[in-house]
Structures are given as structure tokens and as C-alpha cells.
């Protein structure tokens, strides 16, 4: 009994093979405005998916919330508190791309989720600060 199941659970897997699914590509430019993102140490005072410093806001759903040029005018100027970069229009679109990216892959603050008895996750709609377990 044992012995069939195992030969049948390889043949299995041997025919369908153990691919994961593809991975998320990031685009030339995304790509750019990370190694931005690194190289001014904008973690030092903004948070990623709730993690980072707290000087400034957390910056993962800026632009969906907020907008493109609303993120583009502090980037482009700095503030009184935020520092001004000098960056170029390629850098400050680069540095939007990455921001959109990360916009498009998470909230913050980060969700509670209410698994269902199997413990899987019900379906999930992004939505600023919602809480799909209400
Ligand atoms: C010295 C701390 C500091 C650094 C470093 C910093 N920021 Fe900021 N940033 C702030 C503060 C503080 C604010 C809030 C505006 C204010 O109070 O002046 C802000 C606001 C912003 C906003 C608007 C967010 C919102 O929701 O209002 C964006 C976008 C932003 N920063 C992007 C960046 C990027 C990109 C970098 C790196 C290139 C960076 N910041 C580096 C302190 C910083």
C-alpha cells in the first residue's frame, strides 16, 4: 500500500515536475531606482511594508494614495525636514517606478488576514488600510 502510493506520488512528480511559479521580472528602471533608493539611504527615515525609519512616512502606498506628482514634488525639492537630492528627471522617474513596484506588492500597514478553517487566506482585494476580516 505504502510502496504504491510512493511510486505513484514520484510519478508524479517526476511528470509534473517541481517548477515554481515565474518570477516577478523588474524592469531596467525599477531596477535604478532601488539602487537609488540604496545608495540615498531613503530607509534611514522612510519605511518599506512597515519596516525602515520613522523620521518620514511609510512610503509603500504613496502613490496609489497620493499620486504620482504628490510623491514627485517632495523627491524633486526635499522639504524643511527631507533632505533634497538633486536628483535628475530620469533619477526622480526611476525612483517613481521602484516606489510604484512596491506599491503594487504590498500595503502598509501591514493586514491582518482571518485564514478560513483549512488555512488558506480568502480571496484578497487591495485596498488602502482594509481589512478583508471585516
Ligand atoms: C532625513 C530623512 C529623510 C530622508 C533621507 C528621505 N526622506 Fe523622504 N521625507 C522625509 C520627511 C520627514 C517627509 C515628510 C515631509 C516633511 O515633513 O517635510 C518625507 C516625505 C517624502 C515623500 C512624501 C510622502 C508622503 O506620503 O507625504 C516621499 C515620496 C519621499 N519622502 C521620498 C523619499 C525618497 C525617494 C528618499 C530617498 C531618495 C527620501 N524620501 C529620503 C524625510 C526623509
Known amino acids: 500500500m505504502l510502496l504504491t502510493a510512493f511510486i505513484g506520488y514520484s510519478g508524479i512528480v517526476y511528470f509534473l515536475g517541481t517548477e515554481t511559479a515565474k518570477p516577478i521580472e523588474f524592469s531596467q528602471e525599477i531596477q535604478k531606482g532601488k539602487r537609488l533608493w540604496n545608495a540615498h539611504n531613503c530607509v534611514a527615515c522612510h519605511q518599506l511594508y512597515g519596516l525602515g525609519g520613522f523620521m518620514g512616512p511609510d512610503l509603500t502606498n504613496t502613490i496609489s494614495a497620493k499620486g504620482e506628482a504628490y ?55 487591495k485596498e488602502k488600510n482594509s481589512d478583508p476580516s471585516e
Open 71 to 125: 510623491a514627485r514634488a517632495f523627491i524633486l525639492g526635499g522639504t524643511l525636514r527631507m533632505p533634497n537630492f538633486h536628483f535628475s528627471e530620469t533619477e526622480v522617474q526611476a525612483l517613481i517606478a521602484f516606489l510604484s513596484s512596491v506599491d503594487s506588492t504590498g500595503t502598509s500597514p501591514p493586514t491582518t488576514f482571518k485564514a478560513t478553517w483549512f488555512g488558506t487566506i480568502p480571496s484578497y482585494t
